[in-house]
């Protein structure tokens, strides 16, 4: 979209500050965007949460201590010491559906974090190509009122020669305080567009700030092999209809017909997402139908024992030192997990209906998305192949004017029809940078043509 770079330039001034770049503006939003850092967080409580679930043993082992005495009663010494140490093991193979249910939660927040990266980047670069469109119209209006200016000087020169009367003096007037007015208003757009571009990328709203994303869409979108356009910008080499005689050889167009993307290998964000939150949810059914089956708790002790014996007439104390094993295994008669194994199918019912509503969704998206850009493609391509002929016509209805063969009605629907046009060709360029930012956001890419890691 070389093209699209042509039609702005033409109507920018030299910005008074360093340019940022479209890889510059979409680093700094990702880096700076607030609901990407909440994502990384739940990616690292996700992460975390599967390392927990992957232990061997969920449960703490549990340490009993107990200690008897007759020192309340008859108090002849007798003592019992008991030291027991348990452990609640899982024989039904809970750990493996636990840790498939975490291996697929966390693929299920990195895809939404990508999700988020690309969503994120592309309203970055929305923005930056709002605040060049409204620079572009603010340069417009200047244009225009420059041209009023001159209008108003030739016109008060032919009226104080008698050839135009006070009317079309007046008029001239008019038409000049109406651009300026026109500017003004220009520039305040100009200016809230910065504001709001300045706001995504962290930066003060008053920030001086100049972006050059139309271009670099354009220009990392040249002419590539579908092997390179997988690999590195994420463009295929298509051909756009013809493009009217004169202007096919342009490099500018060229570049533009070659910025369609081609589609990704690669299924898009959210719908990895919805896929590994089914396969979470369906993990989660089969855990907890395992969890049924009873663990049991297996438990390990010492225990001393001193008690008085009798021998005859003589009674001593006489000390026993054993060790314990127990097991104890629970009775699964009235809780087996139902409400929570109802709630569980639910989910993984209602995570396969969004699964395939995904589909569906991403599928319809991709298609308008190559539909709108086409359209957006053709419709900047006629515009700029007639912007020359226009401005060359609004230059001769000027001279004539001067000259004194056209009147100032002529003059000024002359330039009326030229500058609207220009602003046509101004919307149509950044309409056609959007369209290729949504198709890009469509397939799964960034706007510079890359996949988010």
């Given at each position: ?35 990407v850092a909440a994502a990384r967080a739940e990616e690292s409580a996700a992460e975390g949460a599967r390392s927990a679930d992957g232990r061997w043993l969920q449960d703490n082992p549990q340490l009993d201590v107990g200690f008897a005495s007759d020192a309340l009663t008859d108090d002849q010494g007798e003592q019992r010491v008991e030291l027991m140490l348990s452990q609640t093991v899982e024989v039904a193979g809970q750990r493996g559906l ?219 104390l006489h000390t026993e030192h054993l060790l314990v094993a127990r097991l104890s295994l629970p009775l699964p008669l009235w809780e087996r997990n139902q409400r929570e194994l109802a709630e569980a199918s639910a989910r993984r ?105």
């Amino acid at each position: 979209m070389f093209a699209v770079s042509a039609a702005l330039s033409l109507m920018l001034a030299a910005a008074p500050t360093e340019v940022w770049s479209l890889e510059r503006v979409v680093a700094e939003a990702v880096e700076r965007a607030p609901e990407v850092a909440a994502a990384r967080a739940e990616e690292s409580a996700a992460e975390g949460a599967r390392s927990a679930d992957g232990r061997w043993l969920q449960d703490n082992p549990q340490l009993d201590v107990g200690f008897a005495s007759d020192a309340l009663t008859d108090d002849q010494g007798e003592q019992r010491v008991e030291l027991m140490l348990s452990q609640t093991v899982e024989v039904a193979g809970q750990r493996g559906l636990r840790v498939a249910r975490a291996e697929a939660a966390v693929d299920a927040v990195r895809a939404r974090r990508r999700a988020v990266v690309l969503e994120a980047a592309a309203e970055a670069v929305s923005a930056a190509a709002e605040l060049e469109r409204r620079e572009a119209r603010a340069r417009l209006a200047e244009e225009a009122l420059e041209l009023a200016r001159t209008l108003e000087e030739a016109t008060a020169r032919r009226f104080a020669a008698g050839d135009v009367p006070e009317l079309d003096r007046n008029g001239a007037a008019l038409e000049r305080a109406r651009a300026e007015a026109r500017a003004a208003m220009a520039r305040a757009e100009s200016a809230g567009a910065r504001a709001a571009l300045n706001r995504r990328l962290g930066r003060p709203a008053g920030a001086p700030l100049s972006v050059s994303v139309l271009a670099e869409a354009g220009a990392e979108a040249g002419p590539v092999t579908d092997e390179k356009a997988r690999g590195d910008a994420g463009v295929a080499n298509v051909t756009s209809p013809a493009a009217p005689m004169g202007i096919q050889d342009r490099p500018q167009l060229r570049a533009t017909r070659a910025s369609l993307p081609s589609p990704l290998l690669n299924e898009r964000p959210e719908l990895q997402a919805a896929r590994a939150e089914e396969a979470a949810a369906k993990a989660e059914v089969e855990l907890l139908r395992r969890e049924r089956f009873p663990d049991p708790t297996l438990g390990l002790g010492y225990e001393r024992e001193r008690r008085v014996e009798s021998h005859g007439a003589l009674t001593d104390l006489h000390t026993e030192h054993l060790l314990v094993a127990r097991l104890s295994l629970p009775l699964p008669l009235w809780e087996r997990n139902q409400r929570e194994l109802a709630e569980a199918s639910a989910r993984r019912s209602a995570r396969e209906a969004e699964r395939v509503a995904r589909e569906r969704q991403v599928d319809a998206e991709s298609t308008v998305a190559r539909s709108t850009f086409e359209a957006a493609r053709a419709a900047y391509t006629a515009l700029e192949a007639a912007r020359p002929a226009v401005e060359r016509n609004l230059e001769l209805m000027r001279r004539a004017y001067e000259a004194g063969e056209l009147s100032l009605d002529a003059l000024l629907l002359a330039r009326d029809r030229a500058f609207a046009a220009k602003a046509e060709t101004v919307e149509a360029a950044a309409e056609l940078a959007r369209a290729r930012t949504a198709l890009l956001r469509a397939e799964g890419r960034l706007p510079t043509g890359g996949v988010p890691r």
